[in-house]
């Protein structure tokens, strides 16, 4: 459909209903509205409507109702899969809608739908509280919360959407309700881990956890020389590690930043990032065995403050950078798994293509899969094979690699990805692996209830039965 779709008078319409700025394509503002952050997303829609309130979002998606077009719902604009934008379309960008209230006696906060993870981070550590967070800052918490919700806290607290505990939605057909256990406590089972299938979060309640503000925290970081060697080690320390203990590996490219000693600056690494969540002198002593180890080129382990351990690996991943991902869980990491992974390492594209492995266990293993949506899968741990890079002619290149390393990792995988990681290319068939068929069923009857149209379908879309 046209960019041009909507007639002026119906543009001038909806500014005369909406206390935000609505940009069109003739706007100065167009350009810089329309972007997101992967680079490989280049869409042009019809309006972006930057809503201030929940009246905003109603009225932009009554007109675009009205006038037959695609709606994208926006906070961050992380979605790699470029859900956050459309051709021809309205994105509802919920950015400017970004407070956030904590209350410290109830340990709860309300997140408004365009808050992102360093403005939540930021409120709740006044408290020394936190919620299970991404891992990079300005990720919008609505998308991550909905689709699952992976980060730092995850053995100690689990998955995101596990500590939601009320919604504020904007419904396919306009109604603003709540759901809660309470109120449509079926809509809050679908939202925990359903995604935006079912309608557009203006605010979400989360209860939050005991964290910092300091932690005990940082990067250890080696040659990439010893890959095989510092993940076996790290294997083993995380099988007998407490809860508390959280953290990864990652293969990645040294940054030439002044804390990298100049020779190994820009060359292949092997990192562990550690961080524990508890008293720092514990966390110190949590780490001893892993300083221990090896002789890493950086050992940046120290007491630090939480936000800071939640902005590590922004610098990694620049707004404007293009992504394709692959990401799986592995029933355990085995011998093979590592010289596997090792070997498929040494074609990783430099200098922003990065493999992590995320241990699972703790909390992981104890979700009440009966309250939400989401089905945490019993998995020793994860990888993220992230491929990023800014050339794009090395699309093809940088595609075909992720294809070629979730092939190699196949027999030593467990087959199911959360659902905000499952690419497109990936199917339907994988979407729905990764609920189960019991309770696949079950969200395509409450899509069918809450948004028989499917009018919001640009997302990890669930479709409803009469569709």
Same mark, same amino acid.
């Given at each position: ?13 909806? &500014?005369?209903? $909406? ?6 394509? $003739? ?24 809503? #201030? ?28 899969? +470029?859900?956050? #934008?459309?051709? @021809? ?5 919920? &950015?400017?809608?970004?407070? $956030?209230? =904590? ?19 930021? /409120?709740?550590?006044?408290? +020394?509280?936190?919620?299970? +967070? ?6 919008? =918490?609505? @998308? ?14 689990? =998955? ?5 505990? #009320?919604?504020?939605?904007?419904? /396919? ?16 089972? !679908?939202?925990?881990?359903? !995604? ?30 010893? /890959? ?41 690494? =092997? ?20 300083? /221990? ?44 798994a590592i010289d596997t992974l090792v070997a498929q390492a040494e074609q990783l594209p430099a200098p922003f293509g990065q493999l992590i492995l995320a241990p699972m266990g703790g909390a992981m293993g104890r979700t009440d899969g009966d309250s939400m949506a989401l089905s ?7 990888y993220f094979c992230l491929a990023m890079w800014m050339d794009p002619l090395e699309d093809e290149g940088n595609i075909a690699w992720t294809r070629g390393f979730h092939e190699a990792m196949r027999p030593f995988s467990v087959g199911t990805a959360l659902p905000n990681f ?19 069923? &079950? ?5 069918? &209830?809450?948004?028989?149209?499917? $009018? ?12």
């Amino acid at each position: 459909m046209s960019q041009l779709a909507i007639p002026a008078p119906a543009v001038d319409e909806l &500014r005369s209903k $909406v206390l935000g700025e609505v940009v069109t394509p $003739v706007d100065p503002a167009y350009e810089e509205a329309r972007l997101v952050w992967n680079g490989m997303i280049d869409r042009r829609p019809a309006l972006v409507v930057r809503c #201030s309130r929940t009246p905003d979002v109603a009225a932009a998606l009554a007109c675009a109702r009205e006038h037959g077009l695609p709606v994208s719902v926006r906070c961050g604009a992380h979605s790699t899969p +470029g859900y956050s #934008s459309c051709d @021809g379309g309205i994105v509802i960008d919920l &950015r400017p809608m970004n407070g $956030v209230e =904590v209350d410290a006696e109830s340990r709860t906060a309300r997140v408004q739908g365009g808050a992102v993870w360093a403005e939540l981070d930021a /409120a709740t550590q006044e408290h +020394g509280l936190a919620v299970t +967070g991404g891992r990079v800052s300005d990720t919008g =918490v609505a @998308g991550l919360a909905l689709g699952s919700g992976s980060g730092w806290l995850e053995r100690m607290y689990g =998955v995101t959407c596990e500590s939601l505990v #009320s919604a504020e939605v904007v419904t /396919a057909d306009g109604r603003t309700i709540t759901a809660s256990a309470q109120e449509n406590e079926d809509l809050l089972w !679908g939202l925990r881990g359903g !995604g935006g299938n079912f309608g557009i979060a203006t605010e979400l309640e989360f209860r939050l956890h005991p964290v910092g503000p300091l932690i005990t925290a940082g990067m250890i970081m080696y040659p990439r020389a010893q /890959a095989g060697e510092v993940i076996r080690f790290y294997r083993d320390y995380m099988a007998k590690a407490p809860e508390e203990v959280g953290g990864g590996l990652a293969l990645l490219t040294a940054p030439p930043e002044p804390f990298v000693p100049e020779e190994v600056r820009g060359a292949p690494a =092997v990192g562990i990032i550690f961080c524990y969540i508890g008293p720092p002198e514990e966390g110190a002593e949590a780490a001893k065995e892993l300083r /221990a180890f090896g002789s890493p080129v950086i050992d940046m382990i120290q007491p630090m403050p939480y936000a800071a351990v939640q902005q590590m690996l922004d610098a990694a991943s620049p707004r404007g950078v293009r992504e394709y991902f692959k990401i799986d869980s592995l029933g355990e990491l085995s011998d093979q798994a590592i010289d596997t992974l090792v070997a498929q390492a040494e074609q990783l594209p430099a200098p922003f293509g990065q493999l992590i492995l995320a241990p699972m266990g703790g909390a992981m293993g104890r979700t009440d899969g009966d309250s939400m949506a989401l089905s945490v899968k019993d998995a020793a741990w994860t990888y993220f094979c992230l491929a990023m890079w800014m050339d794009p002619l090395e699309d093809e290149g940088n595609i075909a690699w992720t294809r070629g390393f979730h092939e190699a990792m196949r027999p030593f995988s467990v087959g199911t990805a959360l659902p905000n990681f499952i690419e497109p290319d990936e199917g339907v068939a994988r979407l729905r692996a990764s609920y189960g068929e019991e309770k696949y069923a &079950r969200l395509v009857a409450l899509k069918q &209830r809450w948004d028989p149209d499917n $009018v919001f379908r640009l997302n990890q879309n669930i479709v409803p039965s009469a569709v």
